[in-house]
C-alpha cells in the first residue's frame, strides 16, 4: 500500500505535462506613437517655426552663450533634436557653416552603413539639406535650412539610450516626420 502510495504523486506529476511544448516568439517592446501634432515656437529667436507638441523647448545647455540654440527634448522618447543658429555675416560666411555642416555629417562615416544626402526646396524659398544615417551612428537625421545670406539654422537629432538603432527605429521615423515637418515650417526674423 505504501508504494501505491509513493507512485501516485510521481504519476501525477507525469500526467500533469504535456508532451508538445512550443517555444515563445521573441517579444518587442511595444511603441506607441501620438498623431502628429505642432505648436508654435515662442517668440525672441531670430526664427520662427513648428515643433512637435509632445517635445519640450529647452536652451541648449553644451553652448551656453549661444542664446539660440535649443533643445527638442522628446521625454517620453528620450530623443533630443538639437537646433543650432548662426547669423550669416561678420566673418561668419556661408561656406563656413555649410563646410562643417558635412564635417560634423561626415564623422560619422566610421560607423554609418550609409549616409544619404538631399536638398530641398522649403515653401518660404529657403534651401535645405537633409543628411539621413543609417547603422549605428549616435544622430540619425541631420538637416540644415538656410537663406544663403543672413541665416544658417542647423538640426541633429540624438537619442539617450544603448538600444539599438533597428530597435529604434519606429522612434526615428516618427521624429524624422517633425523633423521635416519643423524644416518646412522654419520662417528667419529680418
Known amino acids: 500500500m505504501r508504494k501505491i502510495l509513493l507512485y ?24 506607441d506613437l501620438p498623431a502628429h501634432s505642432f505648436q508654435t515656437l515662442s517668440s525672441g529667436y531670430p526664427y520662427q517655426l513648428e515643433f512637435s ?28 533634436v538639437h537646433l543650432t543658429y548662426k547669423k550669416i555675416g561678420d566673418g ?8 562643417d555642416a558635412f564635417k ?5 562615416q566610421v560607423k554609418a552603413y ?6 530641398a526646396l522649403t515653401p518660404e524659398g529657403y534651401t535645405g539639406v537633409i543628411a539621413e544615417l543609417t547603422g549605428e551612428v ?3 537625421f541631420q538637416f540644415f535650412v538656410t537663406d544663403s545670406t543672413k541665416n ?8 539617450n539610450t544603448a538600444t539599438k538603432n533597428d530597435s529604434l527605429a519606429p522612434v526615428i521615423e516618427y ?12 520662417q528667419f526674423q529680418n
Open 152 to 159: 544658417f539654422l542647423r538640426g541633429a537629432l540624438y537619442f
Open 8 to 31: 501516485i504523486p510521481i504519476l501525477l506529476g507525469l500526467t500533469a505535462c504535456e508532451d508538445s511544448y512550443l517555444p515563445k516568439p521573441p517579444g518587442y517592446n511595444r511603441i
Open 53 to 80: 507638441k509632445y517635445s519640450q523647448v529647452e536652451a541648449d545647455s553644451f553652448n551656453i552663450e549661444e542664446e539660440e540654440w535649443i533643445n527638442l527634448h522628446y521625454v517620453d522618447f528620450g530623443a533630443k
Open 114 to 119: 550609409g549616409i544619404q544626402e538631399s536638398v
Open 104 to 108: 560634423l555629417t561626415a564623422k560619422h
Open 175 to 186: 521624429i524624422k516626420v517633425d523633423m521635416a515637418h519643423l524644416m518646412n515650417s522654419v
Open 138 to 140: 549616435p544622430t540619425q
Open 92 to 99: 561668419v560666411s556661408f561656406e563656413k557653416l555649410s563646410n
